[in-house]
């Protein structure tokens, strides 16, 4: 999915564009697109893997993504994962500061 920070810059989320069900990723893949008032963003896979599920509930309800980013505004899970990337991915305290450099 996306952060809370992402969900705030992009405004009110009009429409959730899914991944395929079973897709395989390479990390930097394009996962699906959320569309806002503001604009339309790609959603990136932060890791190599499969898509193991997504959230259905986002096609009738994409403000889920607004109410709740990190939570029930889910986008998709991705399983059998290359657990060596994990190691490239920023924590809660990185991204906190990235976003604090970034305004």
Known sequence: GISLHAANELGDITYVELPPDEADVIVG?????????????????????????????????????????????????????DSAELDDLMNDKKYAKFIEKQD
């Open 29 to 81: 893949d394009t996962l699906g697109v959320v569309e806002s008032v503001k604009a339309a963003s790609d959603v990136y896979s932060p890791v190599s893997g499969t898509v193991i599920a997504i959230n259905e509930r986002l096609e009738d309800d994409p403000g889920l993504i607004n109410s709740s980013p990190e939570d029930e505004g889910w986008i998709c899970k991705i399983g059998n994962i």
